[in-house]
T-cell receptor, first 111, second 112 residues
């Protein structure tokens, strides 16, 4: 069974600090990885895609991918209360027409 | 450009009733998906359509049917609703299978 694993949290981070969210995946053939943010009562919203080993930055967000360790992370710099949400990690099944989601990490930014 | 739209937003059914959830996308995407999300369970794939004219089962297909009506529209039907189908249902689309998915606002379904 191909899986994407995340710590469910909650992860509590003070405002202005760096929030670090982690994810591991079991399918060594996965090529594409995604981070989604989901506010309570809302639908998931894509915030980052990453396909190559290393870091990818977009504003306050940095995605990191290490295919050798089968590990994906999301860093949120200068965390704001508006970043409080559940963050879902997802990866593509190798050669498949779908992606698999982790169960999400709940992040809480405390003022 | 509305993205992915879903109707209805809320629905209450009695056990045994049937209904169809509608989904449409205006992004010219090839692939479409139906998920359900229950507390503590994450997103579970019900059915997907990699391209117009094809549909495939996902992780939890029992009790559901789908129709890919055309490239834009993908509907989910509950033939005989059960309380276990109480959930939030999300439709999503992607340019091609395995690529980033974009979600609709969801349908909150309660079966009593």
């Amino acid at each position: 069974q191909k899986e994407v694993e995340q710590n469910s949290g909650p992860l509590s981070v003070p405002e202005g600090a760096i929030a670090s969210l982690n994810c591991t995946y079991s399918d060594r053939g996965s090529q594409s990885f995604f981070w989604y943010r989901q506010y309570s009562g809302k639908s998931p919203e894509l915030i980052m895609s990453i396909y190559s080993n290393g870091d990818k930055e977009d504003g306050r967000f940095t995605a990191q991918l290490n295919k050798a360790s089968q590990y994906v992370s999301l860093l949120i710099r200068d965390s704001q209360p508006s970043d409080s949400a559940t963050y879902l990690c997802a990866s593509q099944y190798s050669s498949a027409s779908k992606i698999i989601f982790g169960s999400g990490t709940r992040l809480s930014i405390r003022p | 450009n509305a993205g992915v739209t879903q109707t209805p937003k809320f629905q209450v059914l009695k056990t045994g009733q049937s209904m169809t959830l509608q989904c449409a996308q205006d992004m010219n995407h090839n692939s479409m998906y139906w998920y359900r999300q229950d507390p503590g369970m994450g997103l579970r794939l019900i059915y997907y359509s990699a391209s117009e004219g094809t549909t495939d089962k996902g992780e939890v297909p029992n009790g559901y049917n789908v129709s890919r009506l055309n490239k834009r529209e993908f509907s989910l039907r509950l033939e005989s609703a059960a309380p276990s189908q109480t959930s939030v249902y999300f439709c999503a689309s992607s340019a091609r299978g395995g690529e980033a998915q974009y979600f609709g606002p969801g349908t909150r379904l309660t079966v009593t």
